[in-house]
């Protein structure tokens, strides 16, 4: 009688290392050297999970003997139209037009409800909010002082609009450390968290850690109060001493030491898991005027520019999430007077194709009166998106100019294949930081 003999083979099991989850909580871990470079470099890997299922072989005492002989062939990549979808890229294919060009608004949570840009002190979420928020589905809100009154307060407040929208909110304030500061300079109450006089004094050691420990501190408590993105840091060179804008939000008036530390601010606020911003592109330093009451004129050409101001812009163009554009106007550059916001030659010309900007490019607000006394609210917004911005800051009216642009690509004078690539830009984004589940 032929004896049969079961032989188990147990299969090993390879794990990658490290936690495994959607949310990023820091992006760019491990970054310590702050230098300045003109070429941005990227690298990625991933570690794949295989596994192996246990066998069973039957032998038999007649059978003669064999060696088992596998072939193994490398796995073959998919072709690229039969990769999967990303989080971001399966959202974008289910959404309206509706939807899509709500993604590119970012206004006050007043806004929803008042249409306009004005302070109302919203501080909550009601039924109507949440009706507004559906009618008007914005890609992300900023909190000023007045709706901000205590920790409690803002938080419920952060988490309940979350919750209200259909799509994750970028949910942001200007927290730059020094005299811009929502939270840290807080009317309302004492939110007891660290203040810092000044990016100037913070670079005044000339230890870059300085302002790495600032932007990993303001990340911190903002995370906390459920904000994901600051409208920071300053990568503005403080060149002009009649500046009344810039001045010591900037970290020095050398570009090259300024821009060591914007590089290391940045890296602090990606420990703390929130998104950054650099402002005010292609640099506010060498004026005296202020945008929100005038227009604001830099005589500078490009190179000039390059050679200076742009410095700390360029340093960090491949950590840094957004970049904000300025409504200056740099006629030596555009051939006009078209603020910095509204050109095509300063965001699509300049930032993405000559400097190979790939991240979202989100505009100063779009109230401001450099902007609104040359454009209507609509025509601001359509300006600005058709030159290459991806976000709109506070529009002068926002509903109206949602639905304005809205209109434009339903009726096919704004092509749909360039707001999908802003979408998909924002909601890339947005995957990035484990907000799309």
């Known amino acids: 009688m032929k004896k049969i003999i079961l032989a188990a083979l147990a299969a090993m099991m390879l794990c990658s290392c490290g936690a495994s989850g959607n949310t990023v909580s ?67 294919g289910e959404m309206t037009v509706r939807e899509k060009v709500g993604q590119l608004f970012m206004i006050r949570p007043d806004a929803l409800m008042y249409n306009d840009y004005n302070d ?61 500061a929502r939270i840290a300079n807080n009317k309302y109450t004492d939110f007891g968290v660290e203040r810092f ?80 911003c650099l402002k005010h592109f292609p640099g506010h330093g060498d ?8 227009t604001v004129r830099v005589d500078k050409s490009w190179d000039e520019l390059k050679g200076c101001e742009l410095i700390p812009f360029i340093g960090s163009l491949d950590k840094t999430d957004m970049i904000m554009a300025a409504h200056i106007t740099l006629p030596n550059i555009t051939g006009s007077d078209t603020p910095a916001s509204l050109s095509h030659v300063i965001l699509t010309e300049k930032l993405r194709n000559e400097l190979g900007y790939e991240g979202v490019i989100i505009t100063d607000a779009l109230a401001m009166d450099a902007v609104k006394n040359i454009a209507s609210s609509a025509d601001a917004v359509k300006q600005a998106f058709e030159a290459g911005a991806d976000i709109l800051l506070i ?12 209109a434009a690509v339903e009726s ?16 890339k984004l947005k995957e990035k930081y484990g907000l799309l589940q």
């Open 26 to 92: 820091n992006p760019n871990e491990g970054l310590q050297i702050y230098t300045v470079t003109t070429t941005a470099e990227t690298a990625a890997g991933t570690e794949k999970a295989t596994e192996t299922s246990p066998t069973v072989t039957q032998l038999t005492e007649t059978a003669p003997d064999t060696e088992a002989q596998t072939s193994k062939e490398p796995p073959q990549e998919a072709p690229a139209d039969e990769q999967p979808l990303s989080k971001a890229e399966k959202l974008l």
């Open 120 to 180: 109302h002190g919203l501080r909550e979420v009601s039924g109507e909010l949440k009706d507004k928020l559906a009618d008007f589905p914005v890609g992300g809100l900023i909190m000023f002082e007045s709706n901000i009154i205590s920790p409690e307060q803002i938080s419920a407040f952060n988490s309940d609009l979350q919750s209200a929208s259909r799509v994750p909110l970028f949910i942001t304030t200007d927290e730059e450390g020094g005299r811009v």
């Open 197 to 276: 006089s000044s990016m100037l004094e913070v670079a005044a050691g000339g230890d870059t850690d300085s302002a790495y420990h600032v932007g990993m501190t303001i990340g911190a408590y903002l995370s906390e109060l459920g904000f994901n993105l600051d409208l920071a840091p300053v990568a503005d060179v403080n060149t002009n001493p009649d500046n009344v804008v810039i001045g010591d939000r900037a970290f020095g008036s050398d570009p090259v030491t300024a821009a060591g530390f914007v590089s290391a601010c940045v890296d602090g606020f990606h420990a703390s898991g929130v998104m950054t």
């Open 287 to 294: 004026t005296k005027g202020d945008t929100h009451r005038a």
């Open 395 to 406: 529009p002068e009216v926002p509903y109206d100019s949602f639905k304005a642009l809205t």
């Open 412 to 427: 096919g004078e704004i092509n749909e294949e360039r707001l999908n690539e802003s979408v998909l830009r924002i909601l």
